[in-house]
C-alpha cells in the first residue's frame, strides 16, 4: 500500500473495515481514520484516530522515525473519532506539544485527562516552521464543530481539511486515482449530506477560504486522498452547499395495509411521464442514511404516511426527525397518506414536518380514507406529473 503524500510526508492512520454506524450514518463501506506523519527538522503528527486503535497507529509512526523525535500533534477536530488516540499517543510522545485552537483545547480538556499534556494553542492564520516546511492553520468553526481547523502546508501545496471533503470509506488504496472515481464522489455524497449538509452555509465560506490557497492535495480525516481529482470535488461541494436540485423526485413513504403504498406507487407512476430521475424508497427497507443522500440534490419530493394513533407511523417519523435535522434546502413536495376514522396524524403530520424543514408544499395533502379509490389514485398520478414537471426544468 502506498501510503506517501510528498516526500516525508506518510499516511499513518487506520482502515476500519467492519464499521458499520456513525452515529445513526449507516457506513456500508466501512471507513478510515486519517492520520498523517511530517517528517522534518521538527516532526509532526496531523490528527490521531478514534481510541480502539491508537496501537495501530503508534506502530505506523515509529515505522517511519522514533517516537521521542515528534514535536508536534496538531489536533484539526476534538470529535472521538478524531481525537480519542490523543491520550495514548501524547502519553507515548511526552515530549510533543498538542497544537490546536482555544476552542479546540477546551474541547479536549472536557473529553480527557490533559493534565500532562503540553500545549501550543494557535489562532487563524498563525504559523509553526517545521524547517523546510510550514504548518499554517485556518480555522473553519462549523464544519463540523465550532473547533474545527484546516491545517495548511504551503511548501507542498497540501491542505490537511479535517472533515471536509472526506468519505466513511474503507479502502486498499490511499489516494483518489487509485479507486473508481464514481464511487468516491458517491460516498463523499453520502458523507456530505448525513453528516455537515446541517452546515452548508460555514462550508460554502471556508471553500471560499480554500479557494483561495493554492492547492495540489487534500489530505482529509476519512477516506481517501485527493490528488488527481481536486476540480471534480471542489465542483460537487460547490453544489452540495446549496442542495442544487437535479431533475429527481423522490417518492417516500410507510405503510400499513398497503393503501399507502398504492398511492405512493401512483405518484410515481405519474412522476415517471416525465423526462426525470424517480427514486421511491419504503422507510421500512430503506435506511435513512440512503434516503437522506438522495435527498441532497433532489428537487421534489412526496412523502407520505398512514394515520396510527393520530400520529405517524414509527419508523416514519424517525426518518423525518433525521432528515430535519440535516436541513435540506432547495426542495418542493407535498405530503399524502390514508386514514381510518381520524384524518388528523399521518399526511398532517407529515405536512408539518415538511414545513418545519421549510420545503415548499406544491398543494394540499392527498388523503384515502382506508383503501384509495380510482379518484383518489388519479389524483394521485396527476400530483406526481406535476413533481415531474417542476423537476424537468433542472435538466
Known sequence: MNTT???GINWVGYVDWTVRDFHGYKTESGSTYNSYLIEDEKCAVIDAVKAPYVGTLIEHIKAFIPLENIDYV???????DHSGGLPGLMAACPQAELVCNAKCKTALEMHFD???????VVGDGDAISLGKRT???VNTPMVHWPESMFTYVPEEKLLFSMDAFGQH???????????????????????YANIVMLYGRPISQTMERAAEMDIEMIAPS?????RSHIKEVFE??????VCKPRPKIIVLYATMWKSTEKMAEAILEGAQECAVEAQFFNVDSTHATKIVTEVLDCAAIAIGSPTLNNSLMPNMAGVLCYMSGLRPTNKKGFAFGSYGWSRRGGAAAVEESMKEMKIELMRDPIR???????????????????????????K
Not at 380514507?369 to 379518484?375: A, C, H, K
Open 368 to 394: 384515502a380514507q382506508y383503501v384509495p379509490t380510482p379518484e383518489v389514485l388519479e389524483e394521485c398520478r396527476e400530483a406526481g406529473r406535476m413533481l415531474g414537471k417542476y423537476a424537468e426544468q433542472y
Open 236 to 241: 460537487a461541494y460547490q453544489n452540495y452547499v
Open 5 to 7: 503524500l510528498k516526500e
Open 135 to 137: 504548518l499554517s492553520f
Open 114 to 120: 490533559t493534565s500532562n499534556w503540553k500545549w501550543r
Open 74 to 80: 496538531v489536533c484539526n477536530h476534538a470529535e472521538p
Open 169 to 191: 470509506y474503507a479502502s486498499a488504496f490511499r489516494f483518489d486515482d487509485e479507486e473508481s472515481l464514481d464511487v468516491i464522489l458517491q460516498e463523499a455524497k453520502s458523507y
Open 222 to 226: 476519512h477516506g481517501v486522498i485527493w
